[in-house]
């Protein structure tokens, strides 16, 4: 059974940073790829990161230069560095995995986390 579980949300000043961490379990980590999606309230989620089982790296044009992506394959955890976050940055986080190709596109995505809030302030 795959298990997807996120963690290092929380309220956040706005210029803060977080690191956003995402454990999978049940599936081969370095043949996995995985998606950074979040959705605020009244919005449709969104895909704003994804890393490749190869290493590749793709991100959403607001988040270029402020947000990471990467992997630790033998911890089987992946992280999404958050930089310079902004109010508009405040969502449910999604930390999704699938055996395809990543994208940022949520039906790319056969399983999911249960979701973890970042408030921006100010």
């Known amino acids: 059974q795959v298990q997807v579980t996120e963690s290092g949300g929380g309220l956040v000043q706005a210029g803060g940073s977080l690191r956003l961490s995402c454990t999978v379990s049940?599936?081969?980590?370095?043949?996995?790829?995985i998606g950074w999606f979040r959705q605020a309230p009244g919005k449709e989620r969104e895909g704003i990161s994804c890393v490749s089982a190869s290493g590749s790296r793709y991100y959403r044009d607001s988040v270029k230069g402020r947000f990471t992506v990467s992997r630790d394959n033998a911890k089987a955890t992946f992280y999404l560095q958050m930089n310079s976050l902004t109010s508009e940055d405040s969502a449910t986080y999604y930390c999704?995995?699938?055996?395809?190709?990543?994208?940022?596109?949520?039906?790319?995505?056969?399983?999911w986390g249960q979701g973890i809030v970042v408030a921006v302030s100010g």
């Open positions: 049940g599936m081969r980590a370095d043949n996995t790829d």
């Open positions: 999704a995995a699938t055996y395809r190709i990543c994208n940022l596109e949520v039906d790319r995505y056969q399983y």
